[in-house]
C-alpha cells in the first residue's frame, strides 16, 4: 500500500511541473509577441510625431472669420395651441468668401421664407431648451447651404433671441 501511495505522488509531480512549464513558455511568448508588436507599431506603423513648432504656430494662428451676413430680425408665432407665444430672433450669417455676400444678399428673400417656414412649426419646448436652440441653428445652417450651394455658410449666430 506504501508503494502504490509513492509511485502515485511521483506521477502527479511531473504532470504539475509540465502543466507549470508550459504555462511559463506560454507566458513568456506572450509578452515577447506583445513587446515584438509594439516595437513594430512605433517603428513601422505609427503616425510621425508633430513637431513641437508646428503645433505651437497651429494653435497661435486665429480662426479666419468669413464675411459677416446680418439679417433682419424675426417675430413669428410659435406652435402653440394657445396661439400667445411669439418668439424674435436675429440672425448674423458668416459666409465662406466675401463673394457670397452679394450672392446671399440677392437670396435673402429666400433665406427669409426659409426662417420663418421652420421657426413657425416649433413649439415653446423646442425653442427654450439649449438643444432646441443649436438643432434650430444646424436646420437652418444645413437648409441655407442647400440654397446657397455650392458656397457655404460657414456657421449660424444669434444676435437677439427672445420668446416671450
Do not use: C, H, W
Not at 511559463?24 to 515577447?32: F, H, K, M, N, T
Amino acid at each position: 500500500m506504501a508503494d502504490e501511495e509513492k509511485q502515485a505522488e511521483e506521477t502527479e509531480e511531473p504532470k504539475k511541473s509540465k502543466k507549470m512549464l508550459f504555462l511559463i513558455i506560454g507566458l513568456v511568448g506572450l509578452i515577447a509577441l506583445g513587446g515584438g508588436g509594439f516595437f513594430a507599431y512605433t517603428k513601422f506603423l505609427a503616425p510621425p510625431p508633430v513637431a513641437d513648432e508646428e503645433l505651437a504656430t497651429k494653435e497661435n494662428q486665429p480662426e479666419t472669420i468669413g464675411e459677416m451676413f446680418a439679417m433682419k430680425p424675426f417675430i413669428v408665432n410659435l406652435a402653440d395651441p394657445k396661439g400667445k407665444r411669439y418668439l424674435k430672433i436675429k440672425l448674423s450669417l458668416e459666409l465662406e468668401t466675401p463673394e457670397l455676400l452679394e450672392k446671399a444678399t440677392k437670396l435673402e428673400p429666400k433665406l427669409q421664407n426659409i426662417v420663418i417656414m421652420m421657426l413657425t412649426s416649433l413649439s415653446f419646448e423646442e425653442v427654450m431648451t439649449p438643444e432646441g436652440k443649436v438643432r434650430i441653428r444646424d436646420e437652418l445652417q444645413e437648409r441655407f447651404n442647400q440654397v446657397i450651394r455650392p458656397d457655404k455658410i460657414k456657421n449660424i449666430y444669434f444676435t437677439e433671441f427672445v420668446v416671450q
